[in-house]
């Protein structure tokens, strides 16, 4: 069982002092990390079932990704797009060939990406198919979660999310996620696009019907609107297919990508398109000064590279499988639901999700909340089957303690 140092609890204390109250974290300092494990700041070690969100599917600390950012580092890490360099462009090959999309707008968080796809979709209503100025709408799904920039939280259905935050951004209309005919129904003339998480993470591990998404895809298509995939926390092999869209075996109009696209060392995101979209940004349109620089591109072109050929997505079905299964086999009255895929697993409880998350941190797993009920298992897809014995290990002694 872990507990609290003096150490542990001054450095939380200074934390609190100096820097906002915009999080709710465990009180776990971490120090060091390696593959699926962390280590705090007395020594005590963990397994890491957050992955920074999925930013570091490859494991923490990779040493081919670690390689590539200490190699650029050395020679250039910053130009502004106002010079070219000359990693960006094989970064961008890369990218696009891997998702079959032919052309890539660099940002750096998630959320930029998200921005840029609003703006790109909306620029298309207006002058392709026609919309009305400043009429354009985006169908946007309950319990989604696209960031928390005035825009996205315009697009949030969470009210904690937009508290006190208005006036803001309009343009979005929420249909239940899941709900085919409810899209149908929304889809208007002024309907730019959709927006939509294949799997929504931060809403639940919310895993919509069979065939949802081509159903949607299918309505896209039938009322002239563009579909946009936010792939940020589902794609790169999280859900046990590159992206969560191959599962339903569609392809977007624009998919958004980020986190583990930085392999855990460096904020790189991107907005995906084909060419008879993305052409409609000239000079000047949209930008960014770190988006595409030398560092983020050396390190995504690494972390892209380690998602393929350690075939991560595979790993990620087969270990997600196996912890479902162990985790459904848990004979506990508290647990209502285990649901996900690959690894984006939620175990849905009847009462706080926040009480088995701190018991499972008193037995060495990290794992967070969301929504107040599911407790979130998403690991590392480089985690292994000795990994998998301890996590499921722990969750039976966590649950039993709780009752």
């Not at 872990?2 to 709710?24: C, F, K, M, Q």
């Not at 705090?40 to 081919?64: F, M």
């Not at 209309?173 to 927006?195: E, H, K, M, S, W």
């Not at 990290?366 to 407790?375: G, Q």
Request: charged share 20%; aromatic share 8%; proline share 5%.
């Amino acid at each position: 069982m872990h507990g609290t140092s003096d150490r542990t609890r001054a450095l939380i204390a200074t934390d609190e002092r100096y820097g906002a109250h915009n999080y709710h974290p465990l009180d776990v300092v971490v120090a060091r990390a390696e593959g699926v494990w962390l280590w705090d700041v007395e020594g005590n070690r963990y397994l890491d079932c957050i992955s920074a969100y999925s930013a570091v599917n490859q494991g923490h600390c990779h040493p081919r990704i670690y390689a590539a950012m200490v190699e650029q580092a050395r020679n250039l890490t910053l130009t502004s797009r106002a010079l070219r360099n000359d990693r960006m462009p094989g970064f961008l090959e890369k990218l696009t060939r891997l998702a079959g999309f032919e052309a890539a707008l660099p940002m750096n968080t998630g959320v930029e990406a998200v921005e840029t796809a609003i703006k790109l979709v909306r620029r298309w209503g207006y002058r392709v198919k026609g919309i009305p100025a400043d009429r354009a709408e985006i169908v946007v799904f309950n319990d989604n979660f696209h960031g928390r920039t005035s825009a996205a939280i315009g697009a949030s259905t969470t009210p904690e999310y937009k508290a006190d935050f208005g006036p803001l951004t309009p343009g979005f209309v929420a249909v239940p996620f899941g709900d085919a005919d409810a899209l149908q129904r929304a889809l208007t003339p002024n309907t730019a696009a959709i927006l939509i998480e294949p799997i929504q993470g931060e809403g639940g591990v919310n895993v919509p019907p069979e065939g949802f998404l081509k159903r949607a895809w299918a309505a896209c298509r039938e009322h002239d609107v563009l579909f946009v995939a936010d792939e940020i926390q589902t794609g790169f092999g999280r859900t046990g297919d590159l992206f969560a869209c191959d599962y339903d075996g569609i392809k977007p109009d624009v998919m958004v990508v980020g986190k583990a696209l930085g392999g855990g060392f460096y904020p790189v995101s991107a907005a995906l398109a084909d060419r008879k979209l993305m052409d409609l940004f000239a000079p000047g349109d949209h930008g960014s000064t770190f988006g595409g620089n030398p560092l983020g591109s050396a390190v995504a072109e690494a972390a892209l590279a380690v998602i393929v050929e350690e075939n991560l997505a595979a790993r990620a079905r087969y270990a997600g499988a196996a912890i479902v299964q162990g985790l459904r086999a848990i004979a506990s009255p508290l647990v209502r639901e285990v649901r996900g895929r690959g690894l984006l697993i939620g175990i849905e409880l009847d009462r706080p999700a926040r009480e088995l998350s701190q018991a499972l941190l008193a037995r060495g797993v990290a794992a967070k909340d969301t929504h107040e009920r599911v407790l979130r298992i998403a690991p590392p897809l480089v985690i292994d089957d000795a990994a998998i014995a301890f996590l499921l290990d722990a969750c039976r002694q966590a649950l039993a303690t709780l009752g």
